[in-house]
């Protein structure tokens, strides 16, 4: 039987997290970066919760699993609204034709 020990998961998580790199490094689109950005947390939550495991009291990694989870959300809803009011505004989604953020 094959048993998964805390390589694979930081092998996983090492690829979540290049993935999430190369997504904020080559995309033109808003969304593509931000999907990127949250690739990378969960990447740095499969290491909290992998690395959790080997912990005696088993609490803190998953605590702050879900504290990093709840800060993605807060962080993914205010990025929408900044993307929303930002098309609205300039009608592109692309950071590279939006040179000023003046009114």
Known sequence: MLTINLSH???IAAALFCTGIFLCLTKRNTIAILIG???MLNAANLNLVAFSQY???KLQGTTSALFVMVVAAAETAVALAI???TYQYYQTIDPQKINSLKN
């Open 37 to 39: 950005i949250e690739l």
């Open 83 to 85: 993307i929303i009011n």
């Open 9 to 11: 998961y930081l092998i």
């Open 55 to 57: 912990d005696p009291t």
